[in-house]
């Protein structure tokens, strides 16, 4: 697939480093990932999307027809580009006005020859092209290849608009074959799928509470969580996939991380990044074999402060990779015969690649049958409030304690601290 194998050829010496440490061999891991890539498409789950970029004001963008060069009925051409910015409206996020070129619109649609697009070839087989995500860019059909309306004799010119206006509005490909956008034209993809809703609704917000769904949030001096910028939509369901924060590359804005429980590689590890008010604005990846799923994996920085992701065994024995700065990738091995020591409590004293403990060390908590689950001062009177949880229904209940007194309880599966605007000030991600 075009969007999943340049991150494979980057990810693939990490994961055969760690073939040794999960059983397998050099040659098996590459078998194991092929088998893989060939038995994923038909059980693939029913969400998984990336994302390119964000326009500031989603609901008011313009766009011209162009019928110029239009090797087809124009009227055909245009009731496709319209049907297919029905179907974003749908979304209730999004809203396009239709304006002729002299009113500079933010995107124009129409067709050009591959000799005409001065350096810039077309993407998916020839089919179509989009430009980046600023007012004038483009969508453009390619003029040399037969189209049908709807693809009942040759590509569609609704399925193929209603993907690359999806670029054009910020999303980037799906591996999920359902979604309009995979990245491999499919005639029977001409309607929004899950993946796409809870893609666009990712990015503008909207959209229903669903499994999955992470929201960043802060807490008020009283405890009480208020919501910050838009719920992630289906990004971390609990069974499927697992999530950490880390300031990756080391510019002060932490990122969320995804990764499969299972051995998913088609959709991998997926970063996602966030702008100073705390919506999505891109995501990197997915990046296949950078985490395996038969081993422990944590998300933590050394002693000096180098964010890496450490794998091991039931026996302690590891692996760990530390990330680069500013690029994230490729990954570094950590080196052979040297300590390591991890924010988070795991450590290797001696360097003899086996870690100390296995198990995360968490201080006492105040309230006897509660769990620590970290230490923060909401109310800014210098002293610290603590955030302790215990199992209820499937669930955990959490609540914060002030002077041995628990403030108002909330029900979430996880809640992670984070800084993901890079203010300095604790956000929390929660899994609910």
Request: aromatic fraction near 8%; hydrophobic fraction near 35%; glycine fraction near 8%.
């Amino acid at each position: 697939m075009l969007a999943i194998a340049p991150t494979f050829r980057l990810a693939l010496a990490f994961g055969l480093a760690l073939a040794s440490l999960s059983g397998h061999s050099t040659e098996g891991a590459i078998a194991e990932h092929r088998r893989a890539q060939d038995e994923i498409v038909p059980s693939a789950p029913p969400i998984h999307f990336t994302i390119r970029g964000r326009w500031p004001r989603p609901n008011k963008l313009t766009v011209h027809i162009d019928t110029s060069s239009c090797p087809v009925d124009s009227d055909a051409f245009v009731r496709a580009v319209e049907r297919a910015l029905d179907a974003w409206r749908q979304t209730k996020v999004v809203d396009f006005k239709v304006v002729d070129a002299a009113a500079t619109p933010d995107f124009t649609v129409g067709w050009r020859t591959p000799e005409s697009t001065r350096g810039r070839p077309f993407r998916h087989g020839r089919i179509a092209q989009t430009g980046p995500i600023e007012p004038g860019t483009f969508v453009y059909f390619n003029s040399k290849l037969r189209w049908s309306f709807d693809g009942a004799r040759a590509p569609g010119m609704v399925q193929t608009a209603i993907h690359e206006i999806g670029h054009i509005l910020g999303l980037d490909h799906s591996s999920n074959p359902d979604s309009a956008l995979f990245s491999r034209y499919d005639k029977s993809n001409s309607t929004l799928s899950e993946s796409d809703r809870a893609a666009i609704h990712t990015l503008y917000g909207g959209g229903e509470d669903g499994p999955g769904d992470l929201r960043l949030v802060r807490f008020n001096p009283d405890g009480v969580i208020e919501p910050l910028g838009h719920p992630l939509r289906r990004v971390a369901p609990d069974a499927a996939r697992d999530f950490a924060v880390l300031d990756l590359d080391g510019d002060g804005h932490d990122e969320l991380l995804t990764w499969p429980r299972t051995r998913d590689y088609e959709r991998g590890f997926l970063i996602f990044r966030f702008n100073l008010r705390h919506q999505v604005e891109q995501t990197l990846g997915p990046f296949p074999l950078l985490v395996e799923s038969g081993l422990a994996v944590h998300f933590s920085t050394s002693s000096t402060g180098k964010p890496l992701v450490v794998h091991h065994d039931k026996s302690g024995k590891y692996t760990a990779s530390a990330f680069g700065s500013p690029k994230i990738l490729p990954l570094t091995p950590w080196p052979a015969r040297t300590p390591l020591h991890l924010a988070n409590g795991l450590r290797d004293s001696d360097g003899d690649g086996v870690l100390d403990t296995i198990v995360l060390e968490r201080p006492e908590s105040p309230i006897a049958s509660w769990r620590y689950e970290d230490r923060c001062d909401l109310d800014l009177d210098g002293e610290l409030e603590t955030l302790v949880s215990q199992p209820r229904d499937g669930e955990r209940e959490y609540a914060w304690i002030r002077d041995g007194k628990r403030l108002p309880p909330f029900r979430a599966k996880r809640v992670l601290r984070s800084d993901v605007n890079g203010d300095g000030k604790a956000e929390w991600i929660v899994l609910r």
